[in-house]
Every structure is written in C-alpha cells, then in structure tokens.
C-alpha cells in the first residue's frame, strides 16, 4: 500500500490500522521518510490523544534518510459501536537548520511565514477473533492457526526490536553531535543510550535464534 506524500515527506502506510481486542494494546508504525536534501522536523497530533501513545511524537529527519514513529493505542474496556473510529491524526513537517538538535517551541507555528505543510492519517480498527457475541470456541478452530498466530507474534517482536534499534542508533548519532560540541551533559546521555542498544541488540538476537517464520 502506498503512502501519503507531499513535498518534504512521504508517510507510510496512509493510515494508522488497529487490530482492536477489549483490554489489550495494540499499535500501529508510521514510517517517515525525508525525500528532500534538507533536514526535516516533524510533529505528531491526533484528536484523541489520552487513547494513543505516540514515540516519538517529535523528531529530525535527515536528508534522505527516514525513521519509524510507534503509535499505540491503549487497552480499552469496550467496542466503538460498528467498530468505526472518528479518531485523526495530523503529522507536520517543516524545514529545520543542520545543526540543530533539540526544536524551538515555535518549530511548527505558521506566523511569520514558515511553511508548515501537513499529512491527515484516518484511524482503522480491525476486528480480531475476538468480538462481541462470539464464543471462545472461535479461537480454537485449528492447531495450525494457534502455531501460525504464535509465529507471526514472533515475527512482529522481531522487526519492531529492529525498529527500536534503529530509533536508538539515530539517537546516538545526535549526541555524538553534542560531544563534538562539548556538551557537559553528553558523558553520561552517552553511556546510558550505548547500554540500552547493548540490550535491544542482545534482544534482537534472541528473536533472531527463533525459528523462522515463513
């Protein structure tokens, strides 16, 4: 599926899809992309925001370069009715200095004549096995689908610890930036990101020792 684009990113998929189950979370990831040869700043709103949890919800992309942003949406005690969902989303985008990295408060207000441009993204719920009226019997049709649903989880942990690996090496190039800056506060930013790739990246290889999924 093709994603929505304008002149400064492209934003893949077009629309933010939920599988829904009561009392569980459940997320969806956005992939930016910077299509342009200057440094791109980026902010995530949405009309429903004590149901979602955006990471991040700010950020630069590169020239070139693209980043995910994990939208989760939190467990809920009860179905919308006919599984609709008016929630939105907007993701800005706007032109940002090289050498920044932490954005002003102002980054993304129009006055002033910054050009801000904007990407609306619908909400989808999808239903899983489990909803209203349906018995547990439904779960149970086959043991194929129980080890091909226990694959795909696997398999679901897996590219999302890429992801997050991703996002964390992305980071560390940013405060390598600031050491070279003389950032006082960059020893200690430092060891703590390094630790936490250290522990995606053993993460990752576990996920990695599970079988494949086909």
Same mark, same amino acid.
């Given at each position: 599926?093709?994603?929505?684009?304008?002149?400064?990113?492209?934003?893949?998929?077009?629309?933010?899809?939920?599988?829904?189950?009561?009392?569980?979370?459940?997320?969806?990831?956005?992939?930016?992309?910077?299509?342009?040869?200057?440094?791109?700043?980026?902010?995530?709103?949405?009309?429903?925001?004590?149901?979602?949890?955006?990471?991040?919800?700010?950020?630069?992309?590169?020239?070139?370069?693209?980043?995910?942003?994990? &939208?989760?949406?939190?467990?809920?005690? =009860?179905? @919308? *009715? #006919?599984?609709?969902? $008016? !929630?939105?989303?907007?993701?800005?985008?706007? &032109?940002?200095?090289?050498?920044?990295? =932490?954005? @002003? *408060? #102002?980054?993304?207000? $129009? !006055?002033?004549?910054?050009?801000?441009?904007?990407?609306?993204?619908?909400?989808?719920?999808?239903?899983?096995?489990?909803?209203?009226?349906?018995?547990?019997?439904?779960?149970?049709?086959?043991?194929?689908?129980?080890?091909?649903?226990?694959?795909?989880?696997?398999?679901?942990?897996?590219?999302?610890?890429?992801?997050?690996?991703?996002?964390?090496?992305?980071?560390?190039?940013?405060?390598?930036?600031?050491?070279?800056?003389?950032?006082?506060?960059?020893?200690?930013?430092?060891?703590?990101?390094?630790?936490?790739?250290?522990?995606?990246?053993?993460?990752?290889?576990?996920?990695?020792?599970?079988?494949?999924?086909?």
């Amino acid at each position: 599926m093709s994603g929505a684009t304008n002149q400064l990113i492209s934003v893949s998929p077009p629309e933010l899809k939920f599988q829904f189950e009561l009392d569980k979370q459940s997320y969806c990831d956005l992939k930016v992309t910077n299509s342009t040869e200057n440094c791109v700043a980026f902010k995530v709103k949405t009309t429903s925001p004590k149901k979602y949890f955006v990471r991040p919800n700010t950020g630069i992309v590169q020239p070139w370069d693209s980043c995910f942003i994990r &939208v989760t949406l939190q467990a809920q005690k =009860e179905y @919308p *009715p #006919d599984m609709q969902c $008016k !929630d939105k989303f907007l993701l800005q985008s706007t &032109v940002v200095n090289n050498d920044i990295d =932490e954005l @002003p *408060p #102002d980054t993304f207000n $129009k !006055d002033g004549g910054r050009t801000v441009e904007e990407c609306k993204l619908r909400v989808v719920y999808t239903s899983s096995n489990s909803s209203p009226g349906h018995s547990e019997d439904v779960f149970r049709q086959s043991s194929d689908f129980t080890s091909n649903q226990a694959l795909q989880r696997i398999k679901d942990e897996r590219d999302a610890a890429v992801r997050q690996t991703q996002q964390l090496l992305q980071e560390l190039e940013i405060m390598k930036r600031r050491r070279n800056r003389n950032d006082p506060g960059f020893s200690l930013r430092f060891a703590i990101v390094v630790g936490v790739i250290g522990l995606m990246v053993g993460f990752l290889l576990k996920l990695l020792s599970s079988p494949s999924v086909e």
